[in-house]
């Protein structure tokens, strides 16, 4: 409540944040109409007439009246109106009254160079229903006004302000009903946020483009646009990870994008003619998706190109995975080495990127090393929702060493995946923190996961038919066992064994390397604190140490050799690159039999399959 000092009767009000629409929830009302099932519990789909993984969970409810209101906050999903926009002239009586006066941090001078102050735009939140709400924006230059009908307002500042022989442009606001006399529609297509993109390409999810930008591109200046958002568009969740009826779940790894504020050069391609690349490979990740359908996508690291290209992260992090958030599949990624090069921590990127639709990505536990390391479980498609695979996700660091120059920082060295800790900054012994490390930031904790009967058994062959039944006819009880899941590790710079000299098949006495490589110098770190040695080739299928007793993790997926693509075996490990280097390609990794078999290939831009290896299960090369 507004506490106002002794005075005239008239500053007698009620403050800015003071009101609030409250109504009664139904109670006869369930997440899904007509049903009060209990969503967390293993679901019939006889009953439902619905597949479990398909039941629709109610959104989360968000109570926005704790969000401030003099905080430029546009992740957050305000259903608040905006009452003013204008220069942040003010007294405390009307901030008291109106609200105060927030600051969008994004500076629409920034490609205007060093000569040019800065200028960004302010508005008033409120709660109070009471107030006519800001309904619709346009941009028109100094001799225009809107021709639509309806009470608007000038804003007296140029958005152009401050860029020599620029054109004024300037933002006109219309202002509606109040809250109070507004429906639900008018109250769902209100301005709730203000923000600015960098560059040519998509806004942020739920924010549209006002035509036209601020600062057009020129030359080497990039774009800048105005973008809001109407009403609150929560992002769509991802769907729980399963695998199909028929045991089956693709994923697809995208390595090394290197995306721009711009829309990029090429690099490390042989295409002849190649502009805007990040366009081309926007275009051509979504010409592979529809190909493959994949179930889940990997983001293999430098999805930021870094390098001074990358000056505004939140407006990349806007298109890097548009092609498949547009598609609605599920997504993850990790981080390489040039993904913090150009400022923003990782931290925030976590934050940005669980902003977006359908993602799976996670910050990870604060106490271990790096950031983004995190585990994602593939479930069975029957009611018992059986773990089949585990997938793992860790952050293999930047740059060990380098040293500080004029033009900024110089990286020598890069980053490793460390497996010791030090207990604080003054004491030099080192702990042993592998075990610490495989179970709190690998894992829904890899000592820890249950062991099933594998080949896995639906509980149920009524959901399967004929085709399970089939399959069941052909196990025995001699082929049964109980282990851990198969499981795949995804990380971005590649370890020191994966260019160790390969397995031999000992069927054929083969090396068992599929692929180009040693076309570049190995990408691999100088340090080695014996992750592989110490950890991946002790995580076992089972606590049984007895013959046929097997590695949990099958393959290492990395990324961060552009023109490096071939798949090794070392010490019964696949370590498996993404390329994309040449003709540009996508790794895919198709496995099936419930988790069993593990097969891999590479799509290239023309549409061909090439390097087609089993690496586990039935027709795998033995260990």
């Known amino acids: ?23 009664m929830p139904n109670d006869s009302q369930s997440p899904i109409e007509g049903n009060n099932t209990d969503l967390e519990g293993p679901i019939d789909p006889e009953t439902l007439n619905v597949d479990w993984w398909n039941v629709t969970l109610p959104e989360p409810q968000v109570d926005s009246s704790s969000f401030p ?34 600051r969008v941090r ?33 941009l028109l230059a100094d001799n225009e006004e809107p021709l639509m009908p ?98 089956k779940f693709k994923i697809m790894q995208i390595a090394d994008l290197h995306y721009s504020v711009s829309q990029g050069v090429c690099r490390d391609t042989d295409r002849k003619l190649c502009e805007h690349s990040d366009n081309l490979t926007t275009t051509l990740v979504g010409k592979a998706l529809e190909a493959e359908k994949p179930d889940l996508v990997v983001f293999s690291g430098d999805q930021l190109n870094g390098q001074q290209t990358t000056w505004d992260p939140k407006s990349v992090l806007a298109k890097f995975a548009k092609a498949v ?21 990782k931290e925030e990127q976590i934050l940005l990127m669980k902003g977006l639709p359908y993602t799976l990505v996670d910050r990870g536990p604060k106490d271990v090393h790096g950031v983004g390391n995190y585990v994602l479980n593939v479930l069975s498609a029957d009611p018992s929702k059986t773990h089949l695979l585990t997938l793992y996700f860790l952050d293999s660091g930047a740059y060990a060493k380098g040293y500080w120059d004029f033009f900024g920082f110089i990286p020598t060295e890069y980053d490793w995946i460390r497996e010791v800790k030090r207990a604080n900054e003054f004491d030099k012994s080192e702990i042993d923190l592998f075990p610490y490390l495989r179970v709190k930031s690998i894992g829904s904790y890899s000592s820890m996961i249950k062991p ?52 031999s098949d000992p069927r054929t006495h083969d090396a068992l390397d599929v692929g180009i490589h040693g076309q570049e110098p190995p990408g691999n770190a100088k340090g080695n604190a014996g992750f592989y040695e110490n950890g991946i080739l002790k995580a076992m299928e089972s606590e049984h140490v007895g013959k046929g007793n097997a590695l949990e993790v099958k393959v290492i997926g990395n990324g961060h050799c552009h023109i490096t693509e071939n798949c ?56």
């Not at 409540?1 to 109504?23: A, F, H, T």
């Not at 500076?107 to 060093?114: F, I, K, Q």
């Not at 390609?585 to 097969?599: A, H, L």
């Open 1 to 23: 409540m507004y506490q106002p000092n002794p005075g005239p009767g008239s500053i007698q009000k009620l403050g800015w944040q003071s009101w609030e629409v409250i109504s």
């Open 69 to 102: 209101l003099d905080v430029w906050a546009p992740l957050l999903p305000h259903t608040t109106g905006r009452e003013e926009l204008c220069a942040p002239d003010s007294t405390s009586e009307q901030d008291a009254i109106k609200g105060k006066w927030v």
């Open 106 to 138: 994004r500076d629409l001078n920034l490609e205007g160079g060093y000569l040019s102050p800065y200028l960004n735009i302010y508005y008033r939140r409120t709660r109070r229903q009471d107030i006519n709400l800001i309904t619709d924006i346009q």
């Open 150 to 247: 309806g009470t608007w307002h000038r804003v007296t500042t140029s958005l152009r302000a401050g860029i020599i022989r620029a054109t004024p442009l300037y933002l006109w606001y219309r202002t509606g009903n109040t809250a109070g006399e507004m429906t639900a529609i008018e109250r769902s297509n209100i301005i709730t946020e203000l923000d600015v993109l960098y560059g040519e390409d998509v806004p942020w999810y739920g924010f549209e483009k006002l035509e036209p930008p601020t600062m057009p591109e020129k030359g080497n200046v990039e774009a800048t646009w105005l973008t809001y958002r109407r009403g609150v568009k929560a992002p769509p969740r991802a769907p729980p990870l399963h695998f199909s009826r028929s045991g």
């Open 325 to 345: 958030t547009d598609r609605g599949i599920p997504w993850a990624a990790v981080f390489g080495n040039h993904d913090e090069e150009d400022g923003m921590p």
């Open 452 to 503: 099933i009967q594998r080949p896995f058994q639906p509980d149920s062959t009524k959901d399967f038919g004929h085709a399970w039944k089939a399959r069941q006819e052909q196990i025995t009880p001699d082929t049964r066992r109980l282990a851990k899941p198969n499981a795949l590790m995804f990380f971005h710079i590649p370890l020191q064994e994966a260019y160790m000299k390969a397995d």
């Open 568 to 623: 090794r075996r070392v010490k019964g490990v696949w370590n498996c690159f993404g390329g994309g280097g040449f003709d540009r390609r996508f790794r895919i990794y198709e496995i099936s039999d419930y988790g069993e078999t593990i097969r891999t290939y590479k799509r290239t831009e023309k549409d061909e399959i090439v390097d087609d290896i089993i690496l586990a299960g039935k027709g795998a090369p033995p260990l």
